[in-house]
């Protein structure tokens, strides 16, 4: 019994350590910017530069409108698939899967290929369509998360009866969705939105070909210029990706109707 | 007028025909209930009613509108859930306004019309909680004021009391009773529950097969049952294989035993019938005047408090009776000879 626990222990410490060494090694190299002491020197010049801000704020707005797109179309989709077509959720979810397994500079290509200036829609011919391409390229690369996690939640609700119990109560399709379907999977869509926020935050391969001034790109040429400032992006990087997992957890304790047993 | 009426309504479901030519034709205020067991097609119906699902022919009419192609939000029609279906991201008082917000009425109208409900269904400092602080019986009381506050022309019950424990189903199915003969509100109550059905409405569609089988009001349905499925279905039946002896004279053979019945009987002679009586009809020992009289032997006796069951073997066949609990009556000895009448008037004789 005690040699069983003494393994665990052992499993769980290995498993820390393989996961903080690198963090710690990085947060220790990112601190040694001024030769023989610790200082926040590699910070200071990161946040100092006007590209570090313009780059992350372009991200935080892509972002933004990536996650109200994407939860425009995946919780009227997968409410409709649930409600109407349970014998195609199969199918939607391979669907929502595919983003995983096609690599997004397939997906970029092909996006340049179907919409650059010489096709019907051309939207590689002007910096809002490549905007708008680029939005629509994250909502895709978030699909599997945002689908699974709005899917998950309509599943500790039953959609069919109270779609009925509003309809009865004279409710039609757009005031279901607002104001029972929408409210009752709002932490499921935040989570989504919060996973789909660092996504798009550290996304590179489609900023970089669709050549737009997001975050990512910019950390590759900070990298490949500098020693210390590549450190101090991905600390920084990597703390906005955990208090958006923070958040997650935040919001889920915060719902009062969400203590409901299930 | 009368305030519902359904022609002809059928519904398949592919090859499958799940409701057959239902007719049925509710007056204001009335409460019917659509008894049978799980696949009949109550459920259907109502749903069908709501709005829910689209019938394959036939009509509906509410008060003399065919709202038979209308959509459920158009309906004005108020439904109660198994599932309570209470939206649990709204407190008590809004789910209850929930449908008056849907129809854009003043803030002050909703709440006075919120207050008052809350009133009716006796929670009235509830209002605030949410629907999962709420017991079953609370939450089927709240969505039965949901229903009612869009003041809708039909209420529509699905087995509102099936999820509640057994003394709960009763109080609140008589609270749901009195509420509305207090508000005269036309009502449809789908259940599966006899007791439930006979105890609470106006009258009662006893349905099998998607087919209705007797209407009639609750005595009527217990004591006349016009099909075997209807005897056997509503209340417990004792069935005996009888022949017709004498038809004029309405004999019939069980065993050894005549039984004359009060009226003559429609079979020739020879012919053989089910003979059935109610359980309570059936009384221990000879009674005066001129009965039946079976002899059998005792084969268990189950106490139940206020009643003692007796089941008998007489003629080879097994019957059941009920008689009061009497505290100088000790039940029966198991396995002892007994006597068992029964009068004619109250024999059934069931067509095949």
């Not at chain 1, 001024?34 to 530069?49: E, I, P």
């Not at chain 2, 709440?111 to 269904?121: C, F, G, N």
């Not at chain 2, 016009?226 to 069980?254: C, H, I, S």
Request: aromatic content about 8%; glycine content about 8%.
């Amino acid at each position: 019994m005690k040699s069983k626990k003494l393994w665990s222990w052992l499993a769980l410490a290995f498993g820390a350590l393989y996961f903080a060494l690198p963090l710690l090694g990085t947060l220790e190299f990112s601190l040694r910017a001024r030769r023989g002491v610790y200082s926040l020197d590699a910070y200071r010049s990161v946040l100092a530069d006007p590209q570090f801000r313009e780059t992350f704020s372009y991200s935080v707005v892509m972002a933004i409108f990536t996650i109200l797109v994407g939860a425009l179309i995946v919780v009227p989709t997968a409410y409709w698939v649930r409600l109407k077509l349970p014998h195609w959720r199969p199918v939607v979810e391979f669907i929502t899967l595919l983003p995983l397994v096609i690599p997004p500079i397939v997906i970029v290509f092909g996006y340049i290929r179907l919409y650059n200036t010489s096709s019907i829609l051309p939207l590689t011919g002007t910096t809002t369509g490549t905007n708008l391409l680029l939005m629509l390229g994250y909502a895709t690369l978030s699909l599997p998360y945002m689908y699974r996690a709005v899917d998950t939640g309509l599943r500790t609700i039953d959609v069919g009866t109270l779609t009925e119990a509003a309809q009865s109560l004279g409710a039609g399709w757009s005031t279901i969705l607002a104001r029972v379907i929408l409210p009752n999977v709002l932490v499921a869509v935040l989570s989504g939105a919060f996973i789909t926020f660092a996504i798009v935050i550290g996304e590179f391969v489609l900023a970089s070909l669709l050549n737009r001034p997001a975050f990512g790109p910019y950390m590759q040429l900070t990298g490949a210029n500098k020693a210390y400032e590549p450190a101090a992006l991905a600390v920084i990087a990597f703390s906005i990706t955990w208090i958006c997992m923070g958040l997650i957890q935040l919001v889920t304790r915060f719902s009062k109707h969400t203590n409901a047993k299930r | 007028m009368a305030s519902l009426e359904i022609e002809h309504l059928e519904k398949s479901f592919g090859a499958n025909r799940v409701v057959k030519d239902f007719n049925l034709s509710i007056e204001e205020g009335e409460f019917i209930s659509l008894l049978g067991p799980s696949g009949c097609g109550k459920t259907t119906v109502l749903r069908m009613v709501a709005g829910f699902e689209s019938p394959s022919g036939g009509a509906i009419r509410i008060g003399g509108q065919d709202v038979t192609h209308l959509g459920a939000n158009q309906r004005n029609i108020g439904m109660v859930f198994q599932a309570y279906a209470l939206f649990p991201n709204l407190t008590v008082a809004q789910n209850v306004g929930f449908g008056l917000r849907v129809a854009k009425r003043p803030r002050a109208e909703i709440k006075a019309r919120v207050t008052e409900m809350l009133e009716l269904i006796g929670l009235p400092d509830l209002g605030n909680r949410y629907p999962f602080q709420l017991s079953g019986g609370q939450q089927q009381r709240v969505a039965l004021a949901r229903a009612l506050a869009i003041q809708p022309r039909v209420l529509l019950l699905d087995e509102p009391l099936s999820a509640l424990d057994a003394k709960i189903r009763v109080s609140l199915r008589e609270e749901i009773r009195d509420i509305q003969r207090r508000l005269g509100i036309t009502t449809i109550f789908v259940t599966h529950d006899q007791e439930e059905a006979l105890s609470i409405s106006d009258r009662v569609v006893v349905m099998n097969g998607g087919v209705a089988e007797q209407i009639g009001a609750p005595f009527e349905i217990y004591n006349q049952p016009k099909t075997r499925f209807v005897a056997q279905f509503v209340g417990t039946l004792n069935a005996l294989e009888a022949e017709v002896a004498d038809p004029e004279r309405g004999a019939l053979r069980v065993g050894s035993t005549e039984v004359i019945l009060s009226e003559p009987v429609t079979a020739g002679q020879g012919t053989p019938v089910t003979l059935a009586a109610r359980p309570e009809v059936l009384a221990l020992g000879r009674r005066e005047g001129n009965d039946t009289v079976f002899t059998g032997r005792i084969v268990e006796t189950h106490f139940l408090g206020s009643i003692l069951r007796v089941r008998m073997e007489v003629e080879g066949q097994l019957i059941a009776l009920d008689t009061f609990n009497r505290p100088g009556n000790p039940p029966p000895k198991v396995g002892t000879e007994a006597e068992v009448s029964v009068a004619s008037r109250d024999l059934l004789v069931l067509a095949d």
